[in-house]
């Protein structure tokens, strides 16, 4: 018989509560642009490289960003929401963009079409154990990774090509 393993879902409450932000920057400028590298995934003896640089805008950024995060961490749908949400929902300040932010339990539930809040407090988890969040010392406020949260409207997109 097969002995079943017990998965622990980790809770908020869970992750650490940090003094100052683990994060390098406190706000990012309103002028930083972002480059992002779309690379191949195989490789060919005989292949040939062809690169194509092109802008994108806000509306596209925020979906290039949940594509990462999906793609390379894992992080599923509910985490996914909760980014969006928060990335949607930055404090502008007169230096930049505030990299804490103060969670609204009920507009994001409703914003996202939940029926409870645990969902969110789910897709917060996720976004803790992935290091894209902090908690602070205030209930329901976190610093924001400034890799991951980068307020602009145009982000630079390299993508690489190789033909076989």
């Not at 209930?139 to 949260?149: H, I, Q, S």
Request: charged share 25%; proline share 4%.
């Amino acid at each position: 018989m097969k002995k079943m393993t017990e998965v622990k879902i980790k809770m908020i409450r869970d992750y650490p509560i940090k003094e100052t932000s683990p994060f390098t920057n406190k706000y990012v400028s309103k002028d930083k642009m972002l480059s992002v590298s779309v690379l191949p995934n195989r490789t060919s003896p005989r292949t040939r490289d062809i690169t194509n640089t092109h802008r994108v805008e806000k509306d596209e950024i925020v979906g290039i960003i949940t594509q990462h995060l999906q793609e390379n961490l894992g992080i599923a749908l509910s985490g996914l929401n909760i980014f969006k949400f928060i990335y949607n929902n930055l404090e502008k300040t007169k230096k930049g963009y505030k990299l804490k932010f103060k969670m609204n339990f009920e507009e994001c539930r409703e914003s996202n079409g939940y029926v409870s809040t645990q969902s969110v407090w789910h897709g917060l988890a996720e976004l803790l154990d992935k290091d894209i969040i902090a908690r602070t010392k205030i209930p329901g406020t976190y610093f924001l990774n400034p890799n991951f949260f980068i307020p602009t409207n145009t982000i630079s997109v390299t993508e690489h090509y190789k033909l076989t």
